[in-house]
């Protein structure tokens, strides 16, 4: 009987999916070493399991020589920490140069939206919807936070509620029992000395 079509999405069952994981990994050794033997090729294999153990396969020499050909091929001289710092750096510059812009634009519209109307020639229509795009956002941000503030607000008058609530019940229960031993007492036959002497006893 042929085997079903198996569906490519992630295995929920842990232990369904440590298995096929060790079964699908040594499957992808094995044909990693056979196309390196079968066509004479330089092949390697990082992999990474759930839990984070790692495992390597280089099929001709180690895999630090299979990385530095790697490198040199992609045209990159520098070492992959390097490169990564480079490439950082690119990307801090950038998002510094960028928030510049942006601070620059939000305070030429402050001034615009302080001082009335005087710097309107000197913003541009990207500019003018910047701000108003980060006014939208600071709108959004405001209100979130005034419903917090709201949200918190109801729930400390429900805390107040329920504690006056019970204290209202904890008196009303004890006029009750006030009531009801007067009661007690004025329709008792015994005079109220004896009474007493029957409740001390």
């Not at 490439?87 to 939206?113: C, F, P, V």
Request: proline content about 2%.
């Amino acid at each position: 009987m042929a085997r079903g079509k198996v569906q490519m999405k992630r295995i929920e069952n842990p232990v369904h999916r440590q298995v096929t994981f060790c079964k699908r990994r040594s499957g992808l050794l094995k044909k990693a070493k056979e196309l390196s033997v079968l066509c004479d090729a330089e092949i390697g294999v990082f992999i990474f399991s759930p839990h984070g153990k790692f495992y390597e396969l280089a099929t001709n020499g180690s895999m630090q020589e299979l990385v530095e050909r790697y490198m040199k091929v992609s045209g990159g001289n520098m070492q992959p920490d390097e490169q990564a710092k480079e490439t950082q750096s690119l990307d801090a510059k950038e998002e510094i140069n960028m928030l510049k812009k942006e601070i620059e634009i939000l305070q030429k519209g402050l001034r615009y939206l302080v001082g009335g109307g005087a710097e309107h020639s000197q913003m541009t229509m990207d500019e003018l919807l910047m701000l108003e795009k980060n006014l939208e956002i600071w709108i959004c941000h405001i209100r979130s936070k005034k419903m917090e503030i709201m949200s918190k607000e109801i729930q400390l008058l429900k805390n107040k509620e329920g504690i006056m609530k019970a204290a209202n019940q904890y008196l009303q229960d004890k006029i009750e029992e006030s009531v009801d031993f007067s009661n007690f007492a004025s329709m008792s036959p015994y005079p109220l000395t004896i009474q007493n002497e029957i409740f001390e006893f």
